[in-house]
């Protein structure tokens, strides 16, 4: 749907019909400064139908919340593919979510995906004018998840109605999953000990930075997080607030992500 890049796309056809002017104007120097812009469509594939799309546009100047004439409010709330502003969300669902070039570094942006029980659907990357060295990932949170756009489509049946955000993500960063600190996962031990009010995390990586542990409900809804300090390598999370049923945990450092289902009685 190229409806999804007309605002900015009239915007670049702007500047350069002013730096035209410029340059025939008789001053051979003055050159109108360049704005720097990149996008990617993400279409989503239900089953044999044709594809949904959402688009993720990045340019000079523009915020994490809303930017007026570049933000697009999705016209169907419901439709199977869409995403939230990252900053001051009021609930609305966006086909086009307008950022800053920073924003590609470094960022987890709430996806949504409405899909009925058992429909089978793909999301891949259509139109694409990112740069080479940025990274692009679809982090499935219940199933603890993070696949590469770049490498592979990612493909689910679901289990269960979805809808909502909570659940799916959209990472855009310029490091891989392997590269910088690395969550070391195979010593790496969750449980919970049925009489006890914590989830025991042992054999965490020393001195990993920015490593946190969040818990889910299977709505995929966080229902609770800490952010741990790996100069120990055992740390514990508390469960006295939680009702008796099957949860999420997952253990994430940057990209690297560990998850595992854990009953609390």
Known sequence: MKKCTLLPLLFLLFSFAYASELSEGGNSNAVAPMMSTHMVDINLYPGDQNPVET?????????????????AGAFNQDMPLSSRLLEDDQG???????????????????LIINQEQSQNFRISM??????????????????GTMTSLKEQDFELIAQSDLNGPGRFYIH??????????TLETTNLEVY????????????????LDNTTATIYNMMGMVV??????????????????????????????GNQVFSKKIYVK
């Open 55 to 71: 688009t993720f546009y990045f340019q000079d100047g523009l915020t994490l919340g809303l930017d007026p004439g570049y933000d």
């Open 92 to 110: 609305t669902n966006f086909s086009i979510n307008a950022m800053g070039i920073d924003a590609m570094e470094n960022s987890r942006v709430p």
């Open 126 to 143: 259509a139109d694409n004018t990112m740069p080479e060295d940025v990274y692009i990932y679809i982090e499935d949170v219940l199933n």
């Open 172 to 181: 855009f960063s310029t490091s891989s999953l392997s590269s910088g600190n």
């Open 192 to 207: 919970k000990v049925n009489n006890k009010q914590y989830i025991t995390i042992q054999g965490l990586t020393p001195n």
């Open 224 to 253: 609770g997080s800490k952010t741990l300090n790996t100069s120990y390598t055992s740390q514990t999370i508390n469960t006295n607030t939680l009702v008796s049923g099957i949860y999420i945990i997952k253990i994430a450092a």
